[in-house]
């Protein structure tokens, strides 16, 4: 089947990615001390807490939703895969947060051929969602 390519009737500009979280304080911690991300904004209700992380290099943000007073972990599925990050050194970036105590996974290289295509580790936050590290290089800038 051949796809229809159809003219937008105007551009989308992707704002940010929204994650359930049990621990709103841990998680802030977490996203500071991995990817440098702090607080934007904050809408706090009876119910529930919004918090949008950011930093300087973008304008995305990480929602983080607190549904006060659930104790039971989330469950992810098996849709979610990750959000992707760049970093200027993976193998600095990896051995600060190994430092800092937090489970990294082994940097791997991804190749075709002898061509470095991506060097990269996963970590995953508090509530197990993963994040990919990439090294600043070729398609991931």
């Known amino acids: 089947m051949t796809p229809i390519h159809r003219k937008p009737i105007r551009m989308a500009k992707v704002i940010h990615s929204m994650i359930r979280v049990l621990d709103l304080e841990r998680s802030m911690r977490f996203y500071a001390d991995a990817l440098g991300l702090t607080e934007a904004h904050r809408l706090d209700f009876p119910d529930f807490a919004l918090v949008y992380l950011r930093n300087a290099e973008n304008d995305f943000e990480i929602e983080l939703t607190l549904n006060k007073g659930r ?21 600095a970036t990896h051995a600060a947060l190994c430092q800092q105590g937090y489970e990294c996974a082994p940097v791997k290289e991804f190749k075709r051929g002898e061509e470095l295509l991506a060097r990269f580790f996963f ?19």
């Open 123 to 141: 970590i995953q936050d508090p509530d197990g969602y993963k994040i990919e590290m990439l090294e600043r290089h070729g398609h991931y800038q």
């Open 71 to 91: 104790t039971e972990p989330y469950t992810h599925g098996t849709g979610y895969g990750h959000i992707a990050v760049v970093v200027s050194d993976v193998a």
